[in-house]
Structures are given as C-alpha cells and as structure tokens.
C-alpha cells in the first residue's frame, strides 16, 4: 500500500520534472547571439544587472550598447540574460567579454558586489560601475549625472545622462503644475492587495504620489513599506483611492479576487470603486520611467484633468527640443 | 547489509566522482566544450574553482549526515533538523537589518551566519542535555523548535525591512550558491575544518560502529557514550554551519550521500564515512553541472540555484531509496 503511494509520488515527480526540462528546452528561442555585432566599436559594450540601470540606458539611448541584462529585465529586449545583481552568471558575463558591468547597491560601493565579479573586474576583465539604488526621485537624478558615481560617468556619456535628467524632471515638473490646487484624495498605494502590503513614507511612490495630487492615506506612518490588517483599513487608513501597484496587471473586473480584503468595509473606496492597477511595466522601478507612472497615477487621481496632464507630459520633449534645433540653427 | 562486491563498489563511486568531475570541466553555463577566445583560461579556471568549492561543500554535508545519523541512530536523521541552516539564515537577516539601520555597506553576512550557526547549536547542546547526557528525543525537539523560532524571526526581520536588496540578498541565499565567488582563504580554511573532523571520526569508526548498539551495551564494550555523542554533535554541526557558511543551506546531500554509501558499502562507519564523502562531492558538482546545463539550455534565462537543484534531484532519489523501508510500520 505504502509502496504504490510511494510509486504514484515518484511518478508524478519525475512527469513533473520532465515538464520542467521540456518548458526549458521549448524557451530556446535562438541560437548563441553574437552582441558586439550591432554595437558601435567606439562606444563600450554593456552588461547591466538591473533593471532600472537597463531602463535608464535605453533612454539614454544607448540601447545598442547593452550586450546582456539582469534576469529581472523585460525578456522582450531578446538578449542573454547575465543573472541578477546578487547572483550573477559570471560564466556567461565573461563569455560576452563586455567593456563594461554595472550593477546597483544601496550605497554605490564596490564592496557591496558579489566577490567574484568584483575580483574579475580587479583583473582588468571588464570595468565595474556600481550605481547607487535609488530610493527618491533626487536618489534617480543622481543616478544619472553624478560625476563619481553616475550612469553618465560610468559609460563616458555625461551629456546623455544629463538629457535623461532634464527632460526627466522637466517632465515631472510640468505634470505636477498641472494639479496644483487640486483636492487631494486619500490614496492608499498597494503593492500586495490580497495580503495588504502597502506603501507608506519616504520612499519614490510616495513622493510620485503627492505629484500626482493624492494624499497617502498611510501618511502618519514612518516606514517605507508595511502590511496592513483590516481593521487598519476601516478603523484609519479609510482611502477614497486604492491603487494597486502590478506592472503588466490585469484591468480589475467585478468580483476580482484582488480586492477581497476590502469586501463588507464600510469605508469611502468601497462605496466609489475606485480602486485602480497602475501597470505600467516598470511601475516598481525607481528609473527615468518613473515621469510615465506618475502620469499614469495622475490620470487614475484626477481623470477631468487627463488631458491636461498627458500634453504637459508631451510637452516636456518639445521644450528640451527647442533649444537644441536653435542650437542647430544657429551653427 | 552490503550488496556489492566493495571493489565494485569503490570503482563506482571513484567513477562516478571521475565522471562528474569531467563534466564540471566540460560545460558551464554558455554550453558544452572547452571555453575558447581571450577569456578561455579564466572561463576553465571559473569551472575548476566551481568544481573544487561544490565537492568541499558536498564532502562537508555528506560527512555530517554520517556524524548526525550516527548520534540519533537514525539513517534519516540530517544536520538540518537541528535548526543551523534557520540559525545561519537568521544572522544574516539580522547583519544585514543591522547594516540597514546603521546606513553601513551591506556584506555577504558571513560573520552574522558564523554567529547564527554558533548561537542555535549552544541552545541545541544546552537546551537537550539532561543530567549530563544528550537526550536524542529532546535534541530533535529542540532543533524543530528553534528552526521554527528562527524562521519567525527571519520573517520579522523580513516584514521590518520591507522590500529591497536585504529581501533579496536572504532569498538568493536561501536558495543555495556556489556561482558568486571564486575560492579563497575561507575555502582553505573550510577544507581543514572538513578534513579535521573527517580524520576524527574516522579514528572514532570503530566506536561509531558499537554506538549502534544500545547505550548501555556500548558502554558495556568499553565505549564512553556521552563522549562520543558531543564529538558527533559538535562534529554535525561544525560541518553543517561551514557547508551553509559556503553555499547556503543545501538539502538532502547529508541524507543521501550516506545512504547511497550504505547501499555500496555497507553500515561499517570507516568506509562509510570514506565512501559518503566522495558520493557527496559527486553529487554536488552533478547538481550543479545540471544547473549549468539548464543554462546552457538557454541564453534568455538565468542559473538555477545550486539548492533548488539538489532539491528536485534529491528528493525523488531520497524517496526511492526509503521505498524499502516504507510499510515496515504496518507490518
């Protein structure tokens, strides 16, 4: 009896591991690629081990550079994927001989780095940049332009970074100028909905969000990132607005199993359904995308006002455009 | 009890540490073959490094399952029962939290895994000692309890520290890895430590072997129980805390490898800690060759943890070993 348990486990083990096997064969979508082709022989060869330094340099433009990505970064870019910043392939970073890695640490130091890939970079194998992860929109901008530690400095293109910069934040400055004086609806961010795990203080979305004309509900709170309980919700937090925090998520449809947590509440969200999912695909990433979430929040926050806000967002490109045809014309 | 020939026997371990050997130097994560172009030597020196750490890690796990097998006469007892792994996995959240708060550079949290480790094998030693003597009941007891106790607080620390590199840091260790360092002083110094203790219980084989007895025939046979029973503790757990200080916590290896052992030489301890040692290692380097060869599979997804691995091959293999001894209990 006991044995034919054991037989029927072990078969659906071993299905379960020939599954496994044949998922991974099936996403063999090409042959080994050869990225150094496409790239141009005075500009450095790229492997970037997350994401928001991926997103940062594509709109840098410098998207041919990248040879590799981390595994977190949108498998659609089509290039070998070198691991994540905390466990790297280092085979395959060494196989793809870049000029140049870089990598993200809380406080942009070099020691913070797997061991073995800063002892390979110390060989002279590839150059390693640690950029320091950012935690606020100031934390991007620095990112970007810093002169020791920045993504501008690391790849030799200080003005490419200082563009990004500008029309970044040009961006930013001109969606929020939209929604001065707007009333200001209590907005609970959820990165979780079906455990309740929130976003409270000083850390980017809630900085997005106070540009975005919303108020956190969880204002009175002093950490970054918390779980909430019911009762939390009925008894203070009381959101007029639940955005939910999913890149690629789905729209929510009536009887979504997402908002579970908030069924029986009497409090003002569940009276206005106003609940909303910022999916915007690098919605979690503290990069230069973070203009198009904010856009995105306002037009959830202050839909009368999405015209607006959408043209002051074009509006941006145009305004750093201007002076550099001038400049064109004038040369 | 011994069902092959031990010549046979010890050509098919030999052969099977020779064969997972080549496979180690025959393949990474960029696929099958010698590595060629600029990096070629550093590519080689990369797998021989990863080969060299996986089958110290292996010998270490597999040498400590005999040691803790042995001291609850139990062949399914295993190092982790005792709560090491939690413990380790607990000082690393904590070094880190603390680096955290303390706004310092975040390490690899060896030293709080060292300090974890220590920490839970002294409650373990205290907490199970019953007049001077281990209480092989209580030991087991204490061990789950403290692996649930330390869980609790690795997941306290988790919820205080939300979301973000420490997060990660402890999920990428959890999982078990050989990839992000290359050897050094610490490997040396965990090959003396596996070799010490490796010499020590093989001069203690022949009191292992009437320790299997009950404790009173084997004081009888002039056997100092109590004595013996702190070496294997201290010997286990030793082990265990270096094999976790290298690679993370890394399942089944301490229960497989000794039982494999057995199956081919029988229950005499000399052999069998010789034969668990090498069966050890080559299952280890075999684990992670697969990991590496998932890979290869694939330029677009990355490495499959070395724990993950050893943990989808070692249970089937684990449960196709027990099948004899399931049922006995309904008999």
Known sequence: ?331 | MTRWNPKAAWVVIIAAVLAALTARFMLDANGFGLPGGDNAGLLMSLRIDRGVMAALVGVTLAVSGVAMQALLRNPLAEPYILGLSTGAGLGIMAQGYLALQLGIAATTGGAGAFIGTVVTLAIVYLASRRNGVIDRLGLLLVGVVLATINGALIMLLNYLAGPGVLRDNLMAWMMGMLQVRGLGWQDGLAAGVCAGFLALLLLKGRALDIATLDDDEAAALGIHVGRLKAVLLLSASVLTATAVLIAGPIAFIGLIAPHLARQLLGPIHRPLLIGSALIGAALLITADVASDFVASLNEHVGQIPIGIFTAIIGGPVFLWILRPQLGRGME
Request: charged share 20%; aromatic share 2%; proline share 7%.
């Open chain 1, 1 to 331: 009896m006991a044995n034919a348990v054991v037989n029927r486990c072990l078969l659906v083990l071993m299905l379960s591991l020939t599954l496994l096997f044949a998922i991974a064969c099936d996403q063999q979508a090409s042959g080994p690629s050869d990225p150094s082709q496409a790239v141009p022989e005075d500009q450095p060869t790229i492997v970037s081990l997350t994401p928001a330094i991926t997103q940062m340099l594509i709109d840098m433009g410098k998207r041919d550079q990248l040879v590799g990505v981390s595994q977190d970064d949108d498998a659609s870019l089509g290039l070998p994927v070198c691991g994540t910043y905390n466990q790297p392939v280092i085979a395959r970073i060494v196989e793809l001989s870049p000029d140049l890695v870089l990598t993200e640490s809380p406080m942009g130091q070099k020691s913070d780095v797997p061991p073995l890939l800063r002892s390979i970079a110390d060989e002279g194998v590839f150059d390693l940049r640690v950029i320091p992860h950012s935690r606020s929109i100031a934390d991007v901008e620095r990112a970007l332009i810093d002169a020791e530690v920045g993504l501008g400095a690391a790849i030799g293109d200080p003005e490419a970074a200082e563009r990004a910069r500008r029309l970044m934040s040009l961006r930013i400055e001109l969606v929020s100028a939209v929604l001065e004086g707007v009333d200001r609806p209590r907005v609970l961010m959820l990165l979780n909905p079906t455990t309740l795990g929130a976003i409270g203080t000083g850390v980017t979305h809630d900085e997005l969000l106070r540009l975005a004309g919303g108020t956190n509900a969880l204002a009175h709170v002093k950490t970054g990132y918390l779980t909430l309980s019911r009762s939390q919700l009925q008894e203070t937090v009381r959101p007029d607005v639940v955005l939910i925090l999913e890149p690629n998520g789905s729209e929510l449809a009536d009887g979504d199993p997402r908002l579970r947590a908030f069924e029986n509440l009497s409090i003002p969200v569940v009276t206005s359904r106003r609940f909303s999912v910022i999916d915007h695909p690098q919605t979690l990433l503290p990069c230069t995308t973070l203009p198009e979430v904010l856009v995105e929040m306002a037009v959830v926050l202050h839909p009368d006002r999405a015209a607006e806000i959408r043209e002051a967002y074009d509006t941006a490109e145009l305004v750093i455009q201007q002076p550099e045809d001038a400049d064109e014309d004038g040369a």
